[in-house]
Nanobody, 121 residues
Framework: VQLQASGGGLVQAGGSLRLSCAASGRAFSNYAVAWFRQAPGKEREFVAHINWSGSSTGYGTSASGRFTISRDNAKNTVYLQMNSLKPEDTAVYYC???????????????WGQGTQVTVSS
């Protein structure tokens, strides 16, 4: 499956953004999808994941309570709604898909190109 992330941009602290991850390929609805992020000089960090049906979601510590992951399998798209953004949320955000519903980057076999999110103070 091929993934295309979009929706990043520049936003002020306290603002919101919605990221989208559009997939091609009929197997997408069978895959778990996750969002990771990577800031300059830092390791890639798990943000959120959702199982193949959307019935189960999970969040990393930094995202819990502020971000919401969802999916529309009819549109082959996963979303990440980000609210109450902070400067420390600044990073490149990547979506990834794979058969394993995990929190490690190695659990996912297909990756999008990333979309930049910049939060100004």
């Amino acid at each position: 499956v091929q993934l295309q992330a979009s929706g990043g941009g520049l936003v002020q602290a306290g603002g919101s953004l919605r990221l989208s991850c559009a997939a091609s390929g009929r197997a997408f609805s069978n895959y778990a999808v996750a969002w990771f992020r990577q800031a300059p000089g830092k390791e890639r960090e798990f943000v959120a994941h959702i199982n193949w049906s959307g019935s189960s979601t999970g969040y990393g510590t930094s995202a819990s309570g502020r971000f919401t992951i969802s999916r529309d399998n009819a549109k082959n798209t996963v979303y990440l709604q980000m609210n109450s953004l902070k400067p420390e949320d600044t990073a490149v955000y990547y979506c990834a898909a794979g058969p394993s519903y995990g929190v490690r980057s190695t659990d996912y076999t297909s990756w999008g190109q990333g979309t930049q999110v910049t939060v100004s103070s």
